[in-house]
Nanobody, 126 residues
Framework: QVQLVESGGGSVQAGGSLRLSCAVS????????MGWFRQAPGKEREGVAV???????SYAESVKGRFTISQDNAKNTVYLQMNSLKPDDTAMYYC????????????????????RGQGTQVTVSS
């Protein structure tokens, strides 16, 4: 059974940092594409970042230069380092995964990935 468990969310002031983690179990597919998307009340879901088994990455324009996605294959964990946080980054953040490599259009359909976690809340105050 595939499980994705997010952690690391919390409340920070604008300009602060958080690192989200997504621990993956039961998922052995290669290649794979994994990533993060977010959902804020009253806003559309937004794909944030993706990474695949070759280490290829893609980011939403709204987070480029501030967020970094990475992975530790030994720990089966994907991370999202978030720096220079803004109030607009406030949202529930979800981890998602599917088989196959990521592509240039992957962020737009990350919500359709085969697997996702329960989410972790990030709140940024001004």
């Amino acid at each position: 059974q595939v499980q994705l468990v997010e952690s690391g969310g919390g409340s920070v002031q604008a300009g602060g940092s958080l690192r989200l983690s997504c621990a993956v179990s039961g998922y052995t597919y290669r290649p794979y594409c994994m990533g993060w998307f977010r959902q804020a009340p009253g806003k559309e879901r937004e794909g944030v970042a993706v990474i695949d088994s070759l280490g290829w990455t893609s980011y939403a324009e709204s987070v480029k230069g501030r967020f970094t996605i990475s992975q530790d294959n030994a720990k089966n964990t994907v991370y999202l380092q978030m720096n220079s946080l803004k109030p607009d980054d406030t949202a529930m953040y979800y981890c998602a995964a599917e088989g196959g490599y990521c592509g240039t259009l992957t962020l737009a359909r990350i919500f359709q990935f085969d697997y996702r976690g329960q989410g972790t809340q990030v709140t940024v105050s001004s």
